[in-house]
T-cell receptor, first 115, second 113 residues
């Protein structure tokens, strides 16, 4: 149980393109979803927290207009990297949690490469 | 502020030997502590958590962790390491009034055959 699916797993695109990443909870209702960024050989950096039906809460230093997060349903959150540039290249990981003391369950990540 | 520290960037152990991956924490109030494992180009997989109760927590794949309040530690252990245990391990603490996770810097476990 507690499966989180993240799509796509790998994206290569040109500078200036906007890229959408989907995160789905397949077998539970995700009241809260989290988006992380991970640099090579580094820990995870929390970008934002999203609760279903409300605006995402962004961490300090994360541009909300650059990284658009939508959490329209209890099973789906999306992260859109707008007008992506090479410095946005990274490994993006989502996680989801439901009610109670559930641990966060993570997707398999999306490797984003901007040329 | 809540934080966790993983003092070792890498741990090397021979297959069949016991392994320990260290984690210390700093929290105000009662800690909610977690261990996750990450394989290359994958997300994190939940191993175990400590909320309250027994100090020895058993988790997935034969791993366990011992909560030690006096030493503010939550070390991950396994009695007999497998080559397939080689991966990046993260300790995390749940931060304050939110359910945000604050991760340690990760420890790369390398199990030699």
């Amino acid at each position: 149980g507690a499966v989180v699916s993240q799509h796509p797993s790998w994206v290569i695109c040109k500078s200036g393109t906007s890229v959408k990443i989907e995160c789905r909870s397949l077998d539970f209702q995700a009241t809260t979803m989290f988006w992380y960024r991970q640099f090579p050989k580094k820990s995870l950096m929390l970008m934002a927290t999203s609760n279903e039906g409300s605006k995402a809460t962004y961490e300090q230093g994360v541009e909300k207009d650059k990284f658009l997060i939508n959490h329209a349903s209890l099973t789906l959150s999306t992260l859109t990297v707008t007008s992506a540039h090479p410095e946005d290249s990274s490994f993006y990981i989502c996680s989801a949690t439901g009610l109670g003391n559930q641990p966060q369950h993570f997707g398999d990540g999306t490797r984003l490469s901007i040329l | 502020a809540q934080s966790v520290a993983q003092p070792e960037d890498q741990v090397n152990v021979a297959e069949g030997n016991p392994l320990t991956v260290k984690c210390t924490y700093s929290v105000s109030g009662n800690p909610y502590l977690f261990w996750y494992v990450q394989y290359p180009n994958r997300g994190l997989q939940f191993l175990l958590k400590y909320i309250t109760g027994d100090n020895l927590v058993k988790g997935s794949y034969g791993f366990e962790a011992e909560f030690n309040k006096s030493q503010t530690s939550f070390h991950l252990k396994k009695p007999s390491a497998l080559v397939s245990d080689s991966a990046l391990y993260f300790c995390a603490v749940e931060g304050g009034a939110t359910n945000k996770l604050i991760f340690g810097t990760g420890t790369l476990l390398a199990v030699q055959p």
